[in-house]
């Protein structure tokens, strides 16, 4: 009943508890995992490239079709793919309403061109807040709104004793005049975050950049 | 030795004793190899009166038209690679904030409108004459469509030149809003000239349609796709054909429905997709229009954010699906062997014509006032776009495997197009996914995205077509080989190199549109600068690789012109062309005269720029594919070649290609 009643995320906690330690806490994670699928199906992309350009240099003497009888085996394959990235991936998806676990804290941030500005919730317009107080392993939920155009609130982490030499980007999510969206996150490290648009907003989009910081409570 | 050849031959440079020559050679190796092909060979088929000197003028100039705007885009987009890489102070006035809106908005317009529209336009309708032997529905709608186009879309950059700079998808409301009071580069005028444009581009967008619906539906026509006996010609039936449908049929339904060509597919499927989604995106047009005009907008955010996207996507398509359809024209043809099976051929394209659509909606992934719903389809629908093209690029790389692949510079071009094609869907599948899509999305990793699909794909295939029609269309010779192998190289490793180091930018998490992306006020951003300076330099390649190939084309313009196809003046009986006399033109009793002008017609420039071009009817269809439809009985075909290689004389280079070609042709069908 309980995986029956609850949304997918529930299901892979039930799975795996560790699911959402890994959403939460290695975002990084994620890409770095990413670039090196990309970077090796690029590699073989290349590789097949080669061998067709090698094949036609040995060509048939009489045509047999020797790969296209495998066209519909590849299908197959490229289904199942499809399928298993899509079913896997399902569980961090990145909608709020998507999650059962609720958020500790909500703060509500304001876009306009070209500033942000965060307050605690529920008030809205309040005065805008540098440190966030909150305790490690709260679940946050960002409301964001904007007061004109679209912006896009994008959160990177940066730790300069890291390996990481590029900062990494934690999550986003679009604000849209007239509409509420959300993003929900558990940090697990105190320190600074940085916010960058991520919507072009007009001339100044590039300079709409902002930071908070997480202090453990 | 015979690649080369073919290629000397592409490009008619061989002196006239080396053609004797290699033409007794080349004489030889046939006889030895006839046995060997296969019956099914697939050739160009004969220049046809459908595509009459009329077609071929506006064909050219929608074509000339795209590239030029082509040029312009991409001198802009080094502009915005200049601020990126820290140096604006090198473009002077151009260099600032303002400006680079400017830029980012007329690069993104001019490249996905600006250039794809007319190319599509001019593509599409060149296949239905060439390919399916038509002559357009009406082909007087195309100095309009060209006009229409020319106008919206120079009112769209015109905009742009005074101050409008939202973004080539201009979220609503940022045209009406482009910086905090006073200080927005742009007023309500350019936002109506603007929306104006496009309302005009959209509009030459559903003359376009019109005239290819047409030109597939229309009853009009004395053809085999409306008249073969035995054959359903019902308009569902025609429908299904048309956009490839008849691939999922059963057999005994399939058996009775006359398969379209897949270039003509392709160019139904691309038309079919701008044109359900122009509703929704006219609607969005008109309401800026309006907002410019100072009154209430009627559409909220979210749905102008989906009115945008609906039909954004299928323009990202509007070129490359009928691109594609050249690959599995062309591909055969270069292969020298015909598709496994036409069924493959067919089955992509309903999907593509489905999700082309569909997907719209991994725009908004990050919306979470999308309805969850939609982002579920697109996710799915991406993820189907990823089975199409992986049966597309499966069928066709299934068909090069081991087959004697002629590598002309078309070939090269659209192998790096495929390439482009691949290694962009990987990305694309990976943003496809909502789950990944926030890490991604509006960081450079969607930059690099299309960026190997357009840059890398849809630009080299369009580069190869052009290659391979323009001596048709324009009755020109390519000036220079060795200039087109340049550009060929250039752009591939400059396109490659580019859109490569727009993915790494994108995996560190730069993020898109950003005029400076080096900020003092990110500390960890001081280490893009060897990536943005990377990429500067790969945009340089780029576009240094233009200047050989404008040249070349300049110099080609410039050149002699080659013998312009004949129009000859009695064939209404001989061509294949829907008229109410071809019905009767097997007759057998037809004067040599009236065949050798049939045959000369036949033998028009294309045919002999391309050795591997013949003159039989097969198109890349199945094989019960003719140009004509005379029916089975009537062999109209060789007694062309038969005539024709008696007559032709033998002084032009041309001629005597051709002749090699016809009679090289000759013994297939024979052997066959
Ligand atoms: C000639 C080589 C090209 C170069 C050097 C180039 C470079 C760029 C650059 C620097 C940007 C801005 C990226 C950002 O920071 O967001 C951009 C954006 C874009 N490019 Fe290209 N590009 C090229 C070719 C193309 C082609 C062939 C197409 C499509 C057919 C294309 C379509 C676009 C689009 C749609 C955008 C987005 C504009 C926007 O965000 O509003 N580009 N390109
Ligand atoms: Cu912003």
Redesign the pocket.
């Given at each position: 009943m309980f995986i029956v009643q609850n949304s997918a995320r529930d299901l892979w906690v039930a799975l795996d508890p560790n699911v959402f330690a890994i959403l939460a806490g290695e975002a990084g994670y994620n890409l770095t995992y990413l670039e090196v699928i990309f970077a090796a199906a690029t590699a073989i992309t290349i590789v097949g490239f080669v061998a067709l350009y090698w094949s036609t240099k040995h060509p048939e003497e009489k045509d047999t079709h020797a790969l296209a009888k495998y066209e519909a085996h590849w299908v197959i394959v490229i289904v199942i793919i499809f399928i298993l990235f899509s079913v896997t991936t399902l569980p961090y998806l990145p909608y709020p309403y998507a999650h059962s676990v609720k958020p500790n804290v909500v703060i509500d941030v304001q876009a306009q061109q070209f500033s942000w500005c965060l307050s605690p919730a529920p008030a809205w317009g309040s005065p805008c807040v540098q440190n966030i107080n909150i305790t490690l392993g709260d679940v946050v939920l960002f409301y964001v709104r904007s007061l004109d155009v679209t912006h896009g609130f994008g959160v990177y982490q940066w730790n300069p004793n890291s390996s990481n030499a590029y900062g990494q980007i934690l999550f986003q999510v679009q604000v849209m005049p007239n509409y509420t969206n959300s993003v929900e996150y558990q940090f697990t490290t105190p320190g600074t975050y940085y916010i960058r648009c991520l919507e072009?907003c007009g001339y100044g989009h590039y300079t709409m950049i902002s930071s908070f910081n997480i202090t453990a409570v | 030795m015979r690649e080369k050849e073919r290629e000397e031959l592409l490009f008619g440079y061989l002196e006239r004793g080396t053609i004797k020559k290699r033409q007794e050679e080349r004489e030889e190796e046939n006889s030895m190899s006839q046995p060997q092909m296969p019956s099914t060979l697939t050739a160009e088929p004969a220049a046809t009166q459908a595509l009459t000197p009329y077609t071929r003028k506006w064909v050219r100039r929608l074509i000339y038209l795209s590239f030029l705007n082509f040029i312009i885009a991409?001198t802009l987009?080094?502009f915005?690679?200049t601020d990126?890489g820290g140096a604006p102070a090198l473009i002077g006035p151009l260099g600032t904030p303002q400006v680079f809106g400017q830029l980012?908005?007329a690069?993104?317009l001019g490249?996905?409108v600006g250039?794809?529209f007319p190319f599509a336009y001019g593509l599409c309708s060149y296949v239905f004459p060439k390919y399916m032997g038509r002559k357009l529905y009406n082909e007087k709608l195309l100095p309009v469509i060209f006009t229409l186009f020319a106008v919206g879309f120079y009112l769209v950059w015109l905009s742009i030149l005074f101050g409008f700079g939202p973004?080539?998808?201009f979220l609503f409301p940022l045209p009406f809003h482009g910086g905090p009071a006073g200080t927005a580069p742009w007023g309500p005028a350019e936002a109506l000239v603007f929306f104006g444009g496009m309302i005009i581009t959209n509009i030459s967008l559903i003359v376009f349609a019109f005239n290819i619906f047409g030109s597939a539906f229309s009853t009009k026509y004395d053809d085999k796709y409306n008249n073969a006996p035995r054959m359903n010609h019902s308009f569902s039936a025609k429908f299904a054909a048309s956009i490839g449908f008849d691939a999922y049929m059963p057999k005994a339904v399939r058996e009775r429905v006359v398969s379209y060509p897949p270039a003509v597919i392709a160019a139904m499927v691309t038309t079919l997709d701008m044109i359900v989604s122009a509703p929704p995106f006219l609607t969005l047009l008109g309401d800026g229009a309006w907002v410019s005009l100072n009154q209430p907008g009627f559409l909220n955010n979210l749905v102008a954010k989906n009115f945008v996207w609906i039909n954004y996507h299928p323009i990202v398509y509007f070129a490359f699906f009928p691109l594609i359809g050249m690959y599995y024209t062309l591909i055969p043809i270069f292969a020298r062997k015909n598709f496994a099976s036409e069924r493959w051929v067919r089955v992509p394209w309903p999907l593509l014509l489905i999700t082309g659509v569909g997907v719209y909606s991994h725009h908004l992934f990050m919306d979470t006032s999308q309805p969850y719903v939609l982002q579920l389809m697109s996710q799915n629908m991406s993820m189907t776009i990823g089975i199409a093209s992986g049966i597309s690029v499966f069928t066709i790389f299934a068909l090069i495997w081991r087959s004697r692949y002629e590598w002309n510079l078309t070939a090269k071009f659209f192998a790096a197009s495929i390439l482009g094609w691949i290694v962009g869907g990987f990305l694309g599948v990976e943003q496809g996914n909502t789950s990944l899509d926030i890490y991604e999305h509006n960081t450079y990793l969607v930059?690099s995205h299309?960026?190997f699909n357009?840059?890398d794909g849809?630009?080299p295939a369009a580069f190869g077509v052009l290659y391979w029609i323009l001596p048709e269309i324009a009755s020109k010779q390519w000036y220079s080989k060795t200039l087109g192998e340049i550009h060929f190289w250039g752009s591939s490793i400059g396109g490659f190199g580019?859109a490569g180091t727009f993915a790494l930018l994108g995996y560190i998490g730069v993020p898109?549109?950003?005029y400076s992306p080096i900020s003092q006020a990110l500390p960890f951003t001081a280490g893009y600068q060897p990536f943005l300076i990377l990429a500067f330099f790969f945009?340089i390649v780029?576009?240094a690789a233009q200047i050989p190939f404008i040249w070349n084309l300049i110099r080609t313009l410039l050149g002699p012109t080659i013998k312009p196809p004949v129009v000859a003046p009695v064939p209404e009986v001989a061509v294949p062309v829907p008229s109410p006399l071809s019905r009767q033109s097997p007759d057998p009793t037809l004067s040599s005269e009236v065949r050798e002008s049939k045959g000369t017609a036949g033998a028009s420039p294309p045919v002999s720029f391309r050795p591997e071009g013949s003159i039989s009817g097969a198109s890349a269809g199945p094989a019960t594919t003719t140009m004509t439809s005379l029916g089975e009985a009537d062999k109209p075909e060789y007694q062309r070649i038969e005539t024709q290689s008696l007559e032709l004389d033998l002084d032009s280079t041309d001629d005597i290609l051709s002749k090699v070609e016809l009679e090289r042709q000759e013994g297939m069908n024979k052997s066959g």
């Open positions: 072009f | 991409g987009a080094l915005m690679r990126q980012l908005t690069h993104g490249m996905f250039w794809q973004g080539w998808y930059v299309f960026h357009a840059l849809i630009i580019l898109r549109r950003e945009a780029v576009a």
